[in-house]
């Protein structure tokens, strides 16, 4: 099988998520054809196999699915292109066209575990420390909630009260589909706990309650990623980290499979959202997201921090995720009838501080 001839101007390959190591040692012996789906200044995705993989720009942040290049945008590269991979490196667009550099490729894995597993990320990664000195008490509910306030960005979740009718109107949507996944979070959270031991050796099973909650999700909002979307994802990385929360996470998931795997759902939602839903029912996230639910688990004084650069992701993506990520966390530490939630606090104030909504432009998803 030839090789690539690697010019001076080749992109390098910096850093990328484990999904691309099989792919890339398939490719010792037989190359691998696709073609660009979609295709952004900073973010260029291919798919193979049915599953997504995204090549990003310098300064890209791990997520699933990742490569990280050296490349400062991807200019000229169109959604059609003709990618070929080979194990020492990728092509787009043919002769002339961009070259890959794949041969002195690092690897991450964007995959998380609970409060007391490892940090996939590394310990200590500016700008704030994921693993601080000292005793670890988990922040209050309450301040979590005001950690979105003051980072927040645009959102879907709280329209602009002068915003056209149609924004309104899927704000208004948000608002209830919100709702009704929290009312069936909380007693999945209610339920598992008498019972963890128990309920651990089990299969994860989803309700009918929790099932139409996320039907009602899933799909709904505006931008490459639905907001809808964006809150599950959020919803399933701190039910992830959390020590106390694998029965919950797990009957998330499978409504969440369930749905995408159904006859109704399966183009319920885009090609990159149902990869980012699908990754995180693999406890796999955008490594900002991961830290900012981490912070939180672990008392971080830097959590804002955090939190600032989750709400970075993408135009609406890093927010509304937050969302899902604050109103779980409430759900998980103050069970029971009463408990303060992120909806106890003015939402409207979270985004319209931040100004007027925005469309998703690329792959910078949770």
């Known amino acids: 099988m030839p090789g690539i001839p690697f010019a001076s101007s080749a992109v390098l390959a910096v850093l990328a998520d484990e999904a ?14 696709t073609e660009v789906t979609t295709a952004f200044a900073h973010a260029v995705n291919l798919e193979l196999g049915g599953a997504q993989f995204t090549l990003l ?47 002195g490729i690092g690897y991450f894995d964007s995959r998380v575990e609970s409060l007391a597993g490892r940090d996939p990320f590394g310990e200590g990664e500016p ?28 959102g879907s979740f709280v329209p602009a009260e002068n915003g056209p009718p149609f924004e309104r109107a899927v704000g208004a949507r948000l608002a209830i589909a919100r709702s ?7 007693a999945e959270i ?13 299969p994860p099973i989803a309700s009918p309650e929790l099932r139409r909650a996320v039907s009602e999700l899933v799909g709904l909002g505006i931008g490459l990623t639905p907001s809808g979307d964006d ?17 919950a996470r797990g009957a998330v998931a499978v409504a969440v499979r369930e749905l995408l795997g159904s006859a109704d759902g399966r183009d319920r939602t885009t ?42 992701i993408g135009s609406t993506s ?24 992120a909806h106890d606090r003015p939402a409207e104030s979270v985004i319209l501080r931040a100004g007027s909504p925005a469309l998703d432009s690329e792959g910078g998803t949770p």
């Open 20 to 33: 691309w190591r099989p792919l890339i040692a398939s490719a010792r012996t037989e190359a691998r054809t």
């Open 57 to 103: 720009a310098a300064g890209g942040r791990p997520a699933p699915g990742a490569l990280i290049t050296d490349r400062s945008d991807f200019s000229g590269v169109r959604a059609g292109d003709r990618v070929v991979i080979r194990a020492e490196g990728l092509e787009i667009g043919g002769r002339g066209g961009l070259v890959v550099d794949l041969r």
């Open 127 to 154: 700008p704030y420390s994921i693993d601080p000195p000292g005793p670890r008490v988990r922040l209050d509910p309450r301040s979590v909630a005001g950690l979105l306030a003051e980072t927040a960005r645009p």
């Open 180 to 186: 009704a996944f929290g009312l069936a979070l909380a």
């Open 190 to 202: 209610r339920g598992a706990a008498p019972s963890a031991a128990r309920s651990a050796a089990r």
């Open 231 to 247: 809150y599950l994802v959020g919803t399933l990385v701190v039910l992830s980290v959390h020590p106390d929360a694998e029965t």
């Open 271 to 312: 090609a990159v959202s149902r990869h980012f839903l699908l990754a995180a029912c693999e406890r796999a996230f955008h490594s900002d997201l991961a830290a900012a639910a981490r912070a939180v688990l672990l008392g971080d004084p830097a959590a804002r921090a955090a939190f600032a650069s989750a709400a970075a």
């Open 318 to 341: 890093g927010t509304d995720a937050l969302f899902g990520l604050v109103d779980a966390y409430a759900a998980l530490e103050t069970p029971g009838d009463g408990r303060p939630c």
